[in-house]
C-alpha cells in the first residue's frame, strides 16, 4: 500500500511528495468501533493517534508505530506472530489512476489485522493542513479483529 505515488499533503505542495514542505504537519486519526474477534483486547486500538511525519520513508508518509506488546501479549503465534512485520498506523494521500486525490489511513498490525479507511477529494487537490474531523469510510479489513462497523478520522494538528 506504501507506493511513491503519493502527492504531499500540506498547502501549496506541488503534485509530487516534497518531505521539505510538509515535515512540520503533523496528523491526528481517531479510530473506533473496532471489537474483540480472534484476538483481545481489540478494543485497545479505538483510540486517538498522533501520526507524525515519518523521516525514513522516501515519500510523503505520516506514521505511528505501536510499540512491542502494546496491543496483544507477547509471543501468542495468532495475535502477535513473531515476524518482522510492522504494527503501524499510517496516512497518507495518493494519486489514483491520476486523476483522483485519495485521504488514505491504515492500521496494519503484524499482517494479522489489517484495516484501510479512504475519503476521496475527486480531482481537486486537497489542503491536507485544513483537515478537520475528516471522515474517512472503511474500506476494507482482515485479520483478527472485526472492524466491520470501525469509524476513522484524520485531522491536521
Not at 42 to 53: G, I
Not at 131 to 146: E, H, P
Request: proline share 7%; glycine share 4%; hydrophobic share 40%.
Amino acid at each position: 500500500m506504501l507506493f511513491p505515488s503519493c502527492i504531499c499533503c500540506a498547502t501549496n505542495c506541488s503534485s509530487f511528495c516534497d518531505p521539505a514542505i510538509s515535515t512540520s504537519t503533523v496528523f491526528q486519526a481517531v479510530i473506533g468501533g473496532i471489537a474483540d474477534a480472534t484476538c483481545t483486547p481489540c478494543t485497545a486500538f479505538n483510540n486517538t493517534y498522533v501520526l507524525p511525519y515519518d523521516t525514513i520513508a522516501p515519500f510523503c508518509l505520516y506514521r505511528y508505530s505501536f510499540a512491542p506488546n502494546q496491543i496483544f501479549p507477547a509471543g501468542d503465534p495468532t495475535c502477535d506472530p513473531p515476524n518482522l512485520q510492522a504494527r503501524q498506523i499510517y496516512f497518507q494521500v495518493i494519486l489514483r489512476g491520476g486523476t483522483n486525490y485519495i485521504s488514505q489511513l491504515v492500521l496494519d498490525y503484524r499482517a494479522v489485522f489489517l484495516v484501510t479507511w479512504e475519503y476521496d477529494h475527486g480531482t481537486s487537490k486537497p489542503d491536507c493542513s485544513a483537515f478537520s474531523s475528516l471522515s474517512l469510510t472503511l474500506i476494507s479489513q482482515s485479520g483478527v479483529c472485526d472492524a466491520s462497523a470501525a469509524t476513522a478520522s484524520i485531522s491536521a494538528v
